[in-house]
């Protein structure tokens, strides 16, 4: 059932994190979490965990589908939609008057050290990202589960970064191990 949230709350809420949205889809989790689960309690921790796993196994962007969704919970269809075009609104904006400047601007010294600023925001969220996301996996769980599912996530992590697998059939192989630790009651 989803939350009672008015369509204005939905779009500042999403104007807010597609301001302050460096880095990609998932640098954007932690100010989510924060946003939904803490400030607004549209979601529960536990759904947004959920959330988070479900919306990388998903074609499309994770920030969008994360957007889609929430917005949903928080005001129905209407929300969804509110949200997805609130997060993306700021990026584009900017996007349209940063590529006007560096066009212009793009060999200065300054606008260059500028940009490696970011960049580095971007990989410290990113980070940031991963930890909220393995201490909320693996909070609570035993030490077996908790082992099993450090096991997928290096194999999944292996077969992507290192041996170039495709990421969808990684998650496929993922979900396939998960099941059938399941079948053997590992979870």
């Known amino acids: 059932m989803p939350a009672q949230a008015t369509l204005l709350e939905v779009l500042l809420t999403f104007v ?13 989790i932690p100010m989510l979490k924060y946003e939904v689960v803490s400030r607004r309690g549209w979601l529960s921790e536990q759904e947004f965990l959920d959330l988070v796993a479900t919306v990388q196994s998903i074609p499309g962007p994770v920030s969008v589908n994360a957007a889609a969704y929430i917005g949903y919970r928080a005001a129905g269809l209407a929300g969804s939609a509110v949200a997805v075009l609130a997060l993306a609104l700021p990026g584009v904006a900017i ?20 940009l490696s600023g970011v960049r580095g925001a971007a990989l410290g969220l990113i980070a940031a990202a991963l930890l909220t996301v393995a201490r909320g996996v693996l909070s609570g769980l035993g030490p077996t589960p908790a082992a099993a599912t450090v096991a997928i996530a290096v194999a999944v992590f292996a077969g992507v970064a290192l041996l170039r697998l495709d990421p969808v059939a990684m998650v496929a ?13 590992v979870w």
């Open 173 to 185: 192989l993922a979900a396939a191990a998960g099941l059938l630790l399941g079948i053997a009651r």
């Open 16 to 28: 807010k994190i597609g301001l302050a949205m460096f880095g990609g889809g998932h640098a954007v």
């Open 95 to 114: 996007v349209l008057a940063v590529a006007a400047a560096l066009s212009r601007f793009y060999e200065n010294y300054l606008v260059r050290s500028l």
